[in-house]
């Protein structure tokens, strides 16, 4: 028997083909769409912005910052409309929802976008390749990260901006300290290539799922681990039905913030200069709490004691990036060596500068 939230989210689905490729055929290429000239400015809008994340999460925060501000600068002319925890829309249907118009806004994880044609933004999976989020940030908010953003045109989407989580963590009823730890494991990924090469070079098996059926599939043991930062793994219960957390930032989690290109072309550009400047503001926010929040998590989880917390030695962390650094060559055709070449310099002038 299918669960619930399978069964309400092949609903969803079987709404979103009802609305149909005919919907989505003049979003395609709409860069030929223009903004009306002469919007009126006194227009009631509303955007519904949707996301799989628990609201205590630095995403949740950051869009709750942003409905605050840009219903108080609109004088409440601009509702925001929040769907968190995936209430509206779950990991596989929510960029065909944004596509078709069925929502206006998401904030979905960069490892979410290869799965729908644009495997460059897998770059950032890569296991081990940042040292600090500070330099992703320098990256996203640099020429490459614009570079990126401006490609999602092509789908129907524009994106407003980058945010952070911070570094993963890896989970199971066990230790994860060293690859032959992982050996055996069906471990839950997101839909990203990388991150599955990455479970494959340390023995284990990637499973595919979204957020919203992590917790469940974990408690019932159709998957034994899962890789998320802390606050994700906190607010999620995680910590209930794994007994161990161990602490090896093995990778990077962020997020491009998408709007629908259609509705944002039908704003006036007085709205979608509120908006846009609003939403920088809450992305900065969110970047300014997503440390604490994660911080904040941890302090949690060894508060309440559930599970055990292990920090690696530096040893057995280098173990773990020499069992995973072939996926950066074995990936690099998928992402694109051009797209290789620009992150390895944007990093080296990161470093640099
Ligand atoms: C995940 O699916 O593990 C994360 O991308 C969830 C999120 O949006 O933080």
């Known amino acids: 028997m299918s669960s619930p939230a399978l069964v309400v989210s092949s609903h969803r689905r079987a709404y979103l083909r009802r609305l149909g490729a005919s919907a ?56 925001v409309l929040i769907y968190p925890d995936a209430q509206l829309y779950g990991d596989h249907d929510e960029m065909q929802a944004l596509q078709l118009g069925a929502v206006d806004m998401l904030a979905p ?47 129907g989407m524009t994106g407003l901006g980058y945010f952070d ?24 990924v997101q839909a990203s290539r990388v991150i599955a090469a990455q479970m494959r070079a340390l023995g284990a098996q990637p499973v595919d799922l979204p957020f919203s059926e992590t917790r469940r599939a974990l408690e019932t043991g159709v998957v034994d681990g899962t890789e998320n930062p802390v606050s994700n793994f906190w607010t999620q219960g995680m910590h209930e039905v794994q007994s161990d957390l161990s602490l090896t930032e093995h990778g990077y989690l962020g997020y491009a913030v998408v709007v629908n290109q259609r509705f944002w072309l039908s704003l006036s550009t007085a709205d979608s200069e509120l908006i846009g400047q609003t939403f920088r503001e809450a992305l900065a926010y969110g970047n300014t709490i997503a440390d604490s929040q994660n911080d904040k998590a941890l302090a949690s989880l060894r508060q309440t004691g559930s599970t055990r917390i292990h920090v690696l030695s530096q040893t057995q962390r280098e173990r773990l990036r020499s069992a995973v650094e072939p996926v950066h060559k074995a990936l690099a055709n998928r992402i694109g060596l051009a797209w290789m070449d620009a992150m390895r310099d944007a990093l080296r002038q990161t470093l640099k500068g």
């Open 24 to 79: 989505l055929a003049p979003l395609m290429g709409s860069s030929l769409m223009q903004r009306p000239a002469l919007a009126a400015s006194d227009k009631a809008v509303t955007l519904r912005f949707s996301h799989v994340v628990a609201e205590e999460t630095p995403k949740g925060l950051a869009a709750k910052r942003f409905k605050q501000l840009a219903e108080q600068r609109s004088g409440g002319r601009i509702r």
């Open 165 to 188: 989580n911070g570094f993963k963590q890896m989970s199971a009823n066990r230790p994860l300290l060293t690859p032959s730890d992982f050996v055996g494991l069906r471990m839950r």
């Open 109 to 155: 994880s960069l490892s979410k976008f290869g799965r729908i044609g644009f495997p460059e933004f897998e770059l950032f999976d890569l296991p081990f390749l940042f040292g600090r989020v500070a330099d992703v940030r320098r990256i996203t908010q640099g020429p490459l990260g614009q570079r990126l953003l401006e490609r999602l045109g092509r789908q």
